[in-house]
């Protein structure tokens, strides 16, 4: 009886071992996949079956997820041609105008359309990369891409999630990284810009109360930077039509920066607006010392002498 249990126990070892054996390593999921990928595309044939097996070995191998994150948030989007009433949507021109019956102009514009189940398991795949690496840049930027492609013109969870991000590195400065690489704040910073643009291209009032909510809080974590001063003074100049308002904020970056080209052009064309020439005049010879476009300098130039 002894012989039979050690015999079974030195077979079932024996399996194990081999079983352990025969396990795929991650590293070759990873170049299946990467090989599938070039060969067909991110949503390619037999994809989705190696990342299904890959998760199966590996549930936290951050290659894996980050794969999946992919290839779900990929499937889900298929494109439409969409016709609005509008010559921009989403910031965007359209792809060509039409005359309806009345003679009124129909634009159309290609639109991203989303399965809602896909992109929920995109979202829910990201989420648990964030949360087995919190630091992380890269994975909260894929979140944050991925909502404001999905929300369009309504970006609210979008602008949320990008507003918690903010609010986490200004109170517990945490060491980023991205792409296995430390980042300092100037990355974060022109991280948190891209998305700022982002929502004052898009045009609609959600993306511009979220572009202003986004700029204000940055402006009171970085008081130096003359950059959130400028979108707040362009979310007056652009969304409200609040030239005084907007000169303010355009007044407090200059005073951070008195040779910020982006406020001193903005003011000229306030300026020029209100037919205020000494202040267009006092923007125009700023210009002509700043800027490095030799085109743009000889015409602030000519423009000058005009003035006097």
């Given at each position: 009886?002894?012989?039979?249990?050690?015999?079974?126990?030195?077979?079932?070892?024996?399996?194990?071992?081999?079983?352990?054996?025969?396990k795929?390593?991650?590293?070759?999921?990873?170049?299946?996949?990467?090989m599938?990928?070039d060969?067909?595309?991110?949503?390619?044939?037999?994809?989705?079956?190696?990342?299904?097996?890959?998760?199966?070995?590996?549930?936290?191998?951050?290659?894996?997820?980050r794969?999946?994150?992919?290839?779900?948030?990929?499937?889900?989007?298929?494109?439409?041609?969409v016709?609005r009433?509008?010559?921009r949507?989403?910031?965007?021109?359209?792809?060509?105008?039409?005359k309806?019956?009345?003679?009124?102009d129909?634009?159309?514009?290609?639109?991203n359309?989303?399965?809602e189940?896909?992109?929920s398991?995109?979202?829910?795949?990201?989420?648990?990369?964030?949360?087995?690496?919190?630091?992380?840049?890269?994975?909260?930027?894929?979140?944050?891409?991925a909502?404001?492609?999905?929300?369009?013109?309504?970006?609210?969870?979008?602008?949320?999630t990008?507003?918690?991000?903010?609010?986490?590195?200004?109170?517990?400065?945490?060491?980023?990284?991205?792409?296995d690489?430390?980042?300092d704040?100037?990355?974060f910073?022109g991280?948190?810009?891209?998305y700022?643009?982002?929502?004052f291209?898009?045009?609609?009032?959600?993306?511009?109360e979220?572009?202003?909510?986004i700029?204000?809080?940055?402006?009171s974590?970085?008081?130096?930077?003359?950059?959130?001063?400028d979108?707040?003074?362009?979310?007056?100049?652009?969304y409200?039509?609040d030239e005084?308002?907007a000169?303010?904020?355009?007044?407090?970056?200059?005073?951070l920066?008195?040779?910020?080209?982006?406020?001193?052009?903005?003011c000229?064309i306030?300026?020029?607006?209100?037919?205020n020439t000494?202040?267009?005049?006092?923007?125009?010879?700023?210009?002509?010392?700043?800027?490095?476009?030799?085109?743009?300098?000889?015409?602030?130039q000519?423009?000058?002498?005009?003035?006097?």
């Amino acid at each position: 009886m002894k012989k039979i249990l050690t015999i079974l126990v030195l077979l079932s070892s024996t399996l194990g071992a081999v079983s352990a054996q025969q396990k795929t390593a991650a590293s070759e999921y990873s170049t299946r996949y990467q090989m599938l990928v070039d060969k067909f595309g991110p949503t390619g044939l037999g994809i989705e079956t190696v990342i299904l097996k890959w998760e199966t070995d590996y549930p936290e191998d951050m290659d894996m997820l980050r794969a999946k994150f992919s290839y779900y948030l990929t499937k889900s989007i298929s494109t439409e041609v969409v016709s609005r009433d509008t010559d921009r949507y989403l910031g965007q021109k359209p792809l060509m105008s039409l005359k309806d019956s009345l003679g009124n102009d129909v634009y159309y514009f290609q639109e991203n359309i989303f399965d809602e189940e896909l992109f929920s398991t995109a979202i829910q795949t990201v989420d648990k990369s964030i949360s087995l690496k919190p630091l992380d840049l890269s994975l909260r930027i894929n979140k944050i891409t991925a909502l404001l492609s999905y929300e369009k013109e309504e970006p609210d969870l979008a602008a949320q999630t990008l507003r918690s991000l903010v609010d986490y590195n200004g109170t517990s400065h945490p060491k980023w990284t991205y792409a296995d690489t430390a980042v300092d704040d100037e990355f974060f910073c022109g991280a948190v810009q891209e998305y700022c643009y982002s929502f004052f291209k898009t045009g609609s009032p959600t993306s511009f109360e979220a572009f202003l909510s986004i700029s204000e809080r940055m402006a009171s974590l970085y008081p130096k930077n003359p950059l959130y001063q400028d979108n707040i003074g362009s979310y007056y100049q652009v969304y409200k039509k609040d030239e005084k308002q907007a000169l303010k904020y355009y007044g407090k970056a200059l005073k951070l920066d008195p040779n910020d080209y982006t406020a001193v052009k903005n003011c000229i064309i306030i300026a020029r607006r209100q037919k205020n020439t000494k202040l267009e005049k006092k923007y125009l010879q700023t210009l002509v010392k700043i800027t490095p476009d030799e085109t743009e300098k000889a015409s602030a130039q000519i423009r000058l002498s005009s003035l006097k």
